[in-house]
């Protein structure tokens, strides 16, 4: 990366706080399908997901000033969001509705 | 290797972040240090009672058969038969009643113990236990915001916390093989702290991760569940929850009478079936009934967590085993998630465990304290770069916050510990105290700190710790010596060593005092923990420094 990295503080910090806890409901859905058991697994699934998902969530914001500016942020966690979010609504109304 | 400007980029954020929330992160660790302790700290603020021995497990039977012959409402809410004999339980039998209240609205709970005379009638008696142990799990919790809003804020200040550790690691990687471990003591005294900053800070990082996973995922406990529910789930979570529920729930009651077996013979019947599982109390639901079952809270050697919700259930008739929920039966989700809570709560490994927690805590406090010293000190060498030789009034400033919050929660929860013995019986509603006389200090320290400046108050405010926190054994050593003080002395190796602890706390407050008074007297001019005002440019400075306060 020659053009070095903007600081972007607000865009980027509003992309970790709002896209982190996207990506975060979303992937941990996705192991809510797609884990052992799948979505109707009797146990304690729903409470575990919370950790999971407050640790993808600090894990995304955590690292999101890396990218080269806010808009970079925006834009690459907002892709991997909609990625994340087809795979689990394509689980939950189509593969096991 | 990662480059300069990241470095630069995330020790902004590290800083930013770190000043704006440590000092809620400096209660929440504080407290929560103590709440490793929360049952030691119970029993030592629990009146002298009946106490469990006065019913032997043998005359328990009859106990059970007056109470639930007396007291419908307990029968049906559960009887709790204590097996331990901790200075919190007042008596072999206690059992929790709904206070008058409409259906289905919020409402409150009386306690009541029962024991029996010694012509073998029944006493029962409503007494409120001390709450004091929750009060602190409150501050813990919520740094003393009210719900939800309190919640919400901590999971906002843990979100953020989690993220100043990614960044701290960031910062401190490129020169970590170099410094790490490195303590330079010497003249540089900054330098010196950032050094221990970073040793506390790295190798605590397991740990302090785990907190801010952990605590992120409580403070938005609430909101998360609603949006796993409607994202994720769409009402498949309530299913999966009432399929819990009824997993820990006792039969529900037959209406016929029942023989109910004896308590020691139940014990000996778990034992037989649940070799390993070590129950703390039990609990009779539908105690007479024909299908009445008792419930065992406790923990299973060998495995990490409480099972809280009566894990194990066994019919109260024939004592066969109903419902078997203790660790090692559980699947791996719940295994995993019960882990993770015993990682934030120091449930593992026994009382070592909890040692290292205690002093854990006390270490992230301490963490969050030195680098808002580290911050204020740096903005002063940026300064005096600039030609000024006096704090900034936003440096000046955050101090006196420092010192006043950081102090005066310490000071507050010492005094609010001591006025258990004080206060008990003095006053109507002795758990509105404790919130009263915490609160009470705790803003005093805040405004004692901002009218004297950051320097002066710290000396008196660390003071006030000592002697609040000495207070404790003083009280009990107060209350052994003169019995009409109407207090009591414990003498359980738990709650003594809630005395002994607190002694040598204020014996290192007194200590941290007397190198503070040291430092504002003789340290450099230009710092915050300065008494002394920088030679020239005074009188102007001072006046305005005056007004500005």
Redesign the interface.
Same mark, same amino acid.
């Given at each position: 990366m020659a053009g070095?990295?903007r600081?972007d503080w607000w865009s980027k910090a509003s992309a970790? &706080?709002i896209l982190g806890l996207g990506l975060a409901? =979303?992937l941990? #859905?996705l192991y809510? *399908?797609l #884990?052992? #058991?799948g979505?109707?697994?009797?146990?304690?699934? *729903? =409470?575990?997901?919370?950790?999971l998902? &407050? %640790?993808v969530?600090?894990?995304v %914001? #955590?690292?999101c %000033?890396?990218f080269r500016s806010g808009r970079a942020a925006w834009a690459w966690l907002g892709a991997a969001n909609l990625i994340a979010f087809a795979a689990?609504f394509a689980c939950?109304f189509y593969f096991f509705a | 290797m990662i480059r300069a400007e990241i470095v630069k980029l995330y020790k902004t954020v590290h800083t930013w972040i770190g000043v704006s929330c440590g000092l809620a992160l400096f209660i929440a660790f504080y407290a929560g240090a103590l709440t490793m302790f929360q049952e030691p700290i119970a029993r030592w603020a629990s009146p002298p009672a009946v106490g469990v021995e006065a019913v032997s497990l043998e005359d328990a039977p009859r106990l059970l058969e007056l109470v639930a012959a007396a007291y419908p409402e307990a029968r049906e809410e559960g009887i709790t038969l204590h097996l331990r004999g901790h200075e919190n339980e007042p008596a072999r039998v206690t059992w929790v009643e709904d206070e008058p209240h409409e259906a289905g609205q919020p409402h409150g709970h009386v306690h009541w113990w029962a024991t029996l005379k010694p012509d073998g009638s029944l006493m029962a008696k409503q007494e409120e236990p001390s709450d004091l142990a929750e009060f602190i799990n409150d501050v813990h919790m919520r740094i003393g915001i009210p719900n939800p809003w309190g919640s919400y804020f901590m999971g906002v200040v843990s979100l953020l916390y989690g993220v100043t550790l990614i960044a701290g690691v960031i910062v401190l990687l490129p020169s970590l093989a170099k410094d790490f471990l490195e303590l330079r003591i010497g003249k540089n005294l900054k330098r010196m702290w950032l050094d221990a900053h970073n040793v506390v800070g790295i190798t605590a990082l397991p740990f302090h991760l785990v907190i801010a996973v952990t605590a992120t995922a409580w403070g938005f406990g609430v909101p998360l569940w609603s949006a796993q529910e409607s994202v994720i789930f769409g009402g498949k979570q309530k299913i999966a929850m009432a399929h819990d529920l009824e997993r820990w729930r006792a039969p529900p009651p037959t209406g016929e009478a029942g023989a109910m077996m004896p308590p020691s013979q139940l014990l000996q019947r778990l034992n037989a079936q649940v070799p390993d599982f070590e129950p703390k109390v039990m609990v009779f639901r539908n105690f007479g009934d024909k299908a009445a079952a008792a419930k065992f809270a406790g923990a299973e050697r060998g495995y990490v967590g409480d099972t809280r919700f009566g894990g194990v259930i066994l019919s109260a008739v024939t004592g066969t085993l109903i419902k078997d929920n203790r660790a090692s039966r559980q699947d791996l989700d719940r295994r995993v998630g019960t882990v993770i809570l015993a990682l934030h709560t120091g449930e593992y490994g026994g009382i070592t465990i909890i040692w290292a927690y205690f002093f854990l805590g006390f270490s992230g406090a301490w963490l969050f304290y030195s680098g808002n010293l580290l911050w204020i000190e740096t903005r002063r060498k940026k300064a005096r770069k600039e030609g000024e030789v006096e704090q900034s009034r936003s440096t000046r400033l955050l101090g006196s916050a420092t010192v006043g919050i950081c102090l005066g929660c310490v000071a507050g929860l010492s005094l609010t510990i001591v006025a258990a013995k004080w206060l008990h019986g003095r006053v109507a509603d002795l758990d509105a105290w404790h919130a009263y006389i915490y609160y009470a200090v705790f803003l005093g320290s805040i405004t004692w700190a901002f009218a004297w400046g950051a320097a002066r108050s710290a000396v008196h405010l660390t003071w006030l710790c000592a002697a609040f926190t000495v207070a404790i054994p003083l009280t009990t050593l107060l209350a052994w010596a003169f019995p009409m003080l109407g207090m009591w002395a414990h003498g359980s190796a738990a709650t003594v060593g809630v005395d002994i602890v607190a002694f040598i706390g204020a014996l290192c407050f007194a200590w941290v005092a007397t190198a503070t008074a040291w430092r504002v007297k003789n340290g450099p001019a230009d710092s915050v923990w300065s008494i002394r005002k920088a030679e020239g440019r005074t009188a102007a400075r001072q006046s305005v420094a005056i007004a500005a306060e």
């Open positions: 070095g990295i600081p970790g &706080a409901l =979303s941990v #859905g809510a *399908y #884990g052992p #058991g979505i109707n697994a009797p146990g304690g699934r *729903y =409470s575990l997901m919370r950790h998902e &407050a %640790f969530w600090i894990m %914001f #955590g690292f %000033f890396l689990l939950r | -």
